[in-house]
């Protein structure tokens, strides 16, 4: 029922050709950065962007919505899919990580991730879980599973065992509809649904250390009418380079943070 309140209210903005600002959206007390685009990259614009992450020299993202959920490698330069696996359309695709040499993909309403080989794309097993499913990171050691909520899921690998929980807040106040993950620098990067934004959490705490203002990444999109919600970050941790994307949108953008 959240996330369809969240749907209609988006439905909404959109129709009434309103954003949320991310001072009225975000009025928090971690400080503010922005980010400077350093280069921009194609997207497919097709791609409902769920979860994002870079490695081995790839993008590889993961798609929804039922009967269009995919898993995806990605030529970086081009934006060319080079591998590609379709989900069954009974399942709607949400958030992945790559952990070791598999890849765990989450289902959103279904209580089902799939894990597959990272190389192969081939199924090796299913994990159940409680409640939705929407971004997925990990830390080296654990899991951290979001589901619409202000609370992570701390979760074990090779189970999918809950061991924790982290209560994500933002001056004291929860911080509501955490989206795709990503752990960057020893923080976990959220992106907040329906906003252009990314909130950066403190693993030990759940304390947001401070957010980054990606609404110049939209208005860099120029004239992309399909363009929906900013969703997808990714992290190359050999080049220390930053990517984000959204549902839809038809560039993937390298960024670099800035003081406001």
């Known amino acids: 029922m959240r996330r369809k309140a969240f749907f209609l209210l988006w439905l909404l903005l959109i129709a009434t050709g309103e954003g949320i600002a991310f001072g009225e959206a975000a009025a928090g007390k971690a400080p ?36 269009r959920s995919s898993l995806r490698r990605v030529e970086l330069e ?13 399942y709607f695709g949400e958030g992945f990580t790559l952990w070791g040499g598999s890849i765990i993909w989450l289902t959103w309403q279904s209580g089902i991730a799939f894990r597959y080989d990272r190389e192969s794309f081939e199924e090796l097993g299913r994990f159940r879980y409680m409640g939705e499913g929407w971004g ?20 074990d690998p090779v189970t999918f065992r809950e061991r924790a929980s982290l209560r994500v807040t933002d001056g004291g106040e929860p911080v509501e509809a955490l989206n795709e993950l990503e752990f960057v620098r020893g923080e976990i990067w959220a992106n907040v649904w329906m ?41 190359d941790a050999v080049g220390e380079r930053l990517f984000a994307t959204g549902k839809n949108w038809p560039l993937l953008f390298q960024i670099e943070l800035t003081e406001q």
């Open 136 to 155: 997925l990171t990990h830390d080296g050691k654990n899991l951290v599973m979001s589901d619409g909520t202000a609370v992570l899921r701390i979760l």
């Open 78 to 90: 081009t934006g060319r899919v080079v591998k590609r696996r379709d989900l069954d359309a009974r």
């Open 195 to 235: 906003r252009d934004v990314i909130a950066r959490i403190s693993m030990a705490t759940g304390e947001v250390l401070g957010w980054v203002d990606l609404g110049d990444l939209r208005r860099a999109l120029g004239s992309a009418p399909n363009s929906e919600v900013l969703n997808g970050i990714a992290y």
């Open 32 to 67: 503010v950065m922005t980010c400077r685009i350093v280069r921009s990259f194609p997207h497919d614009p097709e791609a409902y962007t769920q979860g994002l992450a870079y490695a081995d020299g790839w993008l590889f993202e993961s798609t929804g919505l039922n009967g």
